[in-house]
């Protein structure tokens, strides 16, 4: 079974400054899908960016980028320019591209707070 | 485009009690799924369906629990004699599709305390 890791239960930046949270995998598989979902306080979850593993170039958009390692299984999130906004939980998350429909797997999240 | 909406959003009940979420998916979203998540853990895959149809549940649902989704469109959880640690929240989501890069859209989750 996968899983997937994330070593930082909490993180801080100041604002304007750059964060970056850390995530780890565990797959056998070779094709998968990797998440980052932000979950701010009393709100829903939504999505922030997504890595195919078949893509070497790494996912941005906007302000967020990942590091994806494949060979390592890492996939790391960096937060560029951070706002009171950005303050929330970030889970990351895998999916496997085989079966047609499998559920995602989350890690434990990372509470990230803002500095003014 | 109204996402995905759950209800109630808060919900107290005391233990041996059965207690029913609502789900409304993204409307013509085929795939509605149901997932549990407790403080200070990440969501958990707990069943989803293929319009009216359950395809998979995960090993967390007891048989106390039991989902529906008459006709394909909203989708109730049901918890059968509640106990403590049923308390968690409970997060509906939804998609159009199966390719497992289609985005899921998760709605605001359902907060069950058990007393």
């Known amino acids: 079974a996968q899983t997937v890791t994330q070593s930082q239960p909490e993180m801080s930046v100041q604002e304007a400054e750059t964060v970056t949270l850390s995530c780890t995998y565990d797959t056998s598989e070779s094709d998968y899908y990797l998440f980052w979902y932000k979950q701010p306080p009393s709100r829903q979850m939504i999505l922030v960016i997504r890595q195919e593993a078949y893509k070497q170039q790494n996912a941005t958009e906007n302000r967020f980028s990942v590091n994806f390692q494949k060979a390592a299984k890492s996939f790391s999130l960096k937060i560029s320019d951070s706002q009171l906004g950005d303050a929330a939980m970030y889970f990351c998350?895998?999916?496997?591209?085989?079966?047609?429909?499998?559920?995602?797997?989350f890690g434990k999240g990372t509470r990230l707070s803002v500095i003014a | 485009d109204t996402g995905v909406s759950q209800n109630p959003r808060h919900k107290i009940t005391k233990r041996g009690q059965n207690v029913t979420f609502r789900c409304d998916p993204i409307?013509?979203?085929?795939?509605l799924y149901w997932y549990r998540q407790t403080l200070g853990q990440g969501p958990e895959f707990l069943t989803y369906f293929q319009n009216e149809a359950q395809l998979e549940k995960s090993r967390l649902l007891s048989d106390r629990f039991s989902a529906e989704r008459p006709k394909g469109s909203f989708s109730t959880l049901e918890i059968q004699r509640t106990e403590q640690g049923d308390s968690a929240m409970y997060l509906c989501?939804?998609?159009?599709?199966?390719?497992?890069?289609?985005?899921?859209?998760f709605g605001e989750g359902s907060w069950l305390t058990v007393v």
């Open positions: 998350a895998y999916r496997s591209a085989y079966g047609g429909d499998t559920p995602l797997v």
């Open positions: 409307s013509e979203h085929n795939r």
């Open positions: 989501a939804s998609s159009d599709g199966t390719a497992s890069g289609n985005t899921i859209y």
